[in-house]
């Protein structure tokens, strides 16, 4: 995980193909003025999806994992908690390749969550394959309304498909 101000997003330039075309893309536009839906950055290997959401209590929500995109996860209006997790995690449902997206949880004995905020003007780039918890309500307030983006960014081991 890569967690940051949107602002300083162009110190991680070099990571990843897919990575340094969001930050290019970023340079020189506003997200905050896409449409609901996709937007495609770079076909389909680089796109936004603008969603609006609701959050939602820990106990209510789901990690999910993906194999071939990255996640960069912004707030455009509201703001949420993310968790992630290094330790183990056990799927509660069979992973679906179309949407690159399967559903997970950690272990019981995994009490090893980490956890951040999309408020401030924060980003956070989840990894392939790493298990993220998004749309989660801040400490001290009730489930609400969430305008968000998450850049859908295809992992290098895929770029040349």
């Given at each position: 995980m890569i967690y940051d101000g949107l602002d300083a997003i162009g110190r991680y330039r070099g990571i990843s193909r897919g990575l340094d075309v969001l930050i290019d893309w970023l340079a020189k536009n506003?997200?905050?003025?896409?449409?609901l839906g996709i937007t495609r950055i770079d076909g389909d290997r680089v796109y936004a999806n603008v969603m609006e959401a609701r959050t939602k209590h820990l106990?209510?929500?789901?990690?999910?994992?993906?194999?071939?995109?990255?996640?960069?996860q912004i707030d455009l209006e509201g703001a949420e908690r993310f968790f992630t997790t290094p330790g183990a995690v056990k799927p509660?449902?069979?992973?679906?390749?179309g949407t690159d997206k399967g559903y997970c949880l950690p272990v019981p004995e995994n009490d090893d969550l980490l956890e951040g905020s999309l408020d401030h003007g924060r980003f956070a780039l989840f990894w392939v394959g790493e298990p993220h918890c998004p749309n989660v309500v801040l400490p001290g307030e009730e489930p609400g309304a969430l305008r968000k983006i998450c850049f859908k960014v295809l992992a290098d081991d895929y770029w040349s498909e």
């Open positions: 506003d997200p905050a003025t896409l449409p106990e209510d929500a789901r990690f999910e994992v993906h194999r071939r995109y990255h996640d960069v509660v449902e069979e992973f679906d390749e």
